[in-house]
């Protein structure tokens, strides 16, 4: 969904098959506040004051040697689950549900807007030109949308979907040799010079590079001088990633539909992994998604999915023509892995790509189900990933395949991946390759199966550069 801009500022350029792109309850009895009122050890005691003068209280144990906090100075967020678990045990009242109780007791405020306004200061917008035609050099310019998604002393380090900056019709460099960056509130944009073959930039402009990305998880990453960035706005910030979603969750999308300026819309998710199928290069690629009714149109690709915290849950990147309500995101875990490896790849090799770990495996999500938690009323899916081949060679095709390596056997049901010692549960089938974009070589993975039903782990192995596929 990036627009094709041209001296009237009018015409779009699409995408061939896919347009590119709380507790809420009035009571009589509320809470007022919730206050640290003492700390002994390790221990904090909060206060609950009601708005009928009555008050309960509950503990809260920091941190100890760096675990679930920093040298046991950090205390964990109160949230309203620890609120409710307070009440059961003050009341001794195990028959309520965390609703009932969000309904009878808690009147709680849900206005996004501190948390947009803050999520302002990492949204851009973005601009590339490309020459299209061998007869003249007449530019053809492009506008998108983007993210700050980190901030180092010399480099600022910009998100967006990689069909943002690359375009087919090029006759040289098929990825923009000329990309500038606006942030919110600092908005102009490039023009075209009286002969349209160069381009004018004021002081907002933020010049940029394309520094790698991947054409089949349509991400990029592009890089601009930290200096330049905070000389414009010196509230620049990265944004803050979340990987938890669901279903009917509130969500707001921040870019730049049809060059009208960075804007923000709202919806919902309203699937948490879909598949869309999208052209950038003439090839059809399938892509995971996550699908929300939150509009988008031309000019928003490359922007920012957010929660009603301020959170990117996703990167903006398609949209279908005929139903306005079904558009698509990017998820964080995706982009995170994509990007970061780009960053990693490109700062010690200079490289303009970045590579996956290949575990040898192909696998199938069996007996997959809903499960709802009536404590929260939430919910999320679970399914079994089930091993169905093991390849004898890796991506060298010389070397054993990792799967080979650490014992796994058809049928095996992988139920955890443990990354350099830190364990993640597989409760999805995606999961798997979306964690190991983030391995690299050296780095050790241990992983947790059933077999004829009883759990087994294999050995601690490090990855070796044989196991390290390259991403396009």
């Known amino acids: 969904m990036k627009k094709k801009i041209l001296a009237s500022f009018a015409a779009a350029a699409a995408l061939s098959l896919g347009v590119f792109s709380g507790c809420m309850f009035g009571s009589s009895v509320s809470v007022t506040s919730i206050q640290k009122t003492d700390s002994v050890g390790?221990?904090?005691y909060y206060t609950i004051t009601y708005s009928n003068g009555t008050t309960s209280q509950f503990t809260v144990t920091n941190g100890r040697d760096g675990e679930n906090g920093k040298d046991g100075t950090d205390a964990q967020d109160v949230t309203a689950q620890d609120v409710y678990e307070t009440y059961k045990k003050v009341y001794s009242d195990d028959k309520m549900t965390f609703m009932e109780f969000c309904e009878k007791y808690l009147s709680v405020n849900n206005n996004s807007t501190a948390a947009l306004n803050s999520v302002l200061r990492s949204c851009m917008k973005v601009y590339t030109a490309f020459h299209e035609s061998r007869f003249s050099d007449k530019l053809s310019m492009y506008c998108g949308s983007a993210v700050i998604y980190k901030m180092e002393t010399d480099y600022t380090y910009i998100v967006t979907n990689y069909h943002v900056v690359y375009d087919s019709k090029a006759v040289d460099s098929k990825v923009s040799n000329e990309i500038s960056a606006y942030l919110y509130g600092s908005e102009s944009g490039p023009v075209l010079n009286d002969t349209e073959t160069g381009l004018v930039y004021d002081d907002y402009a933020i010049k940029c590079k394309y520094i790698g990305g991947a054409i089949n998880y349509d991400v990029a990453v592009i890089r601009a001088n930290t200096a330049d960035v905070l000389k414009v706005n010196p509230q620049a910030v990265p944004v803050t990633v979340s990987y938890d979603y669901s279903?009917?969750?509130n969500t707001y999308?921040?870019?730049?539909?049809?060059?009208?300026g960075i804007s923000v819309t709202e919806g919902i998710v309203s699937v948490d992994s879909d598949y869309v199928t999208l052209s950038i290069d003439g090839n059809e690629r399938s892509y995971r998604s996550i699908r929300t009714d939150t509009a988008l149109t031309h000019g928003n690709s490359g922007g920012g999915l957010f929660n009603m915290q301020g959170e990117l849950i996703g990167l903006n990147n398609a949209g279908d023509s005929d139903i306005t309500s079904m558009n698509y995101a990017i998820p964080a875990s995706i982009m995170t892995g994509i990007a970061?490896?780009?960053i990693y790849y490109n700062t010690r090799n200079g490289i303009k790509y970045t590579s996956r770990t290949l575990l040898g495996v192909t696998s199938q999500a069996e007996n997959s189900r809903f499960v709802y938690d009536g404590a929260t009323g939430g919910g999320y899916i679970r399914e079994n990933v089930v091993i169905k081949t093991v390849n004898d060679k890796g991506p060298d095709k010389v070397t054993n395949s990792l799967a080979n390596d650490l014992g796994l056997k058809v049928g095996d049901i992988i139920t955890a991946v443990t990354v350099n010692g830190k364990k993640y549960e597989i409760i999805r089938q995606y999961q798997?390759?979306?964690?190991l974009l983030n391995v690299r070589a050296s780095d050790t993975i241990k992983i947790?199966?059933?077999?004829?039903?009883?759990?087994k782990e294999t050995q601690e192995t490090a990855v070796r550069p044989s196991d390290i596929d390259r991403i396009d």
């Open 448 to 455: 947790d199966y059933t077999r004829d039903g009883q759990a």
């Open 247 to 249: 279903v009917g969750e």
């Open 253 to 260: 999308a921040v870019g730049n539909p049809d060059d009208g």
């Open 432 to 435: 798997i390759a979306d964690l």
């Open 340 to 342: 970061d490896g780009v």
């Open 42 to 44: 390790l221990v904090d």
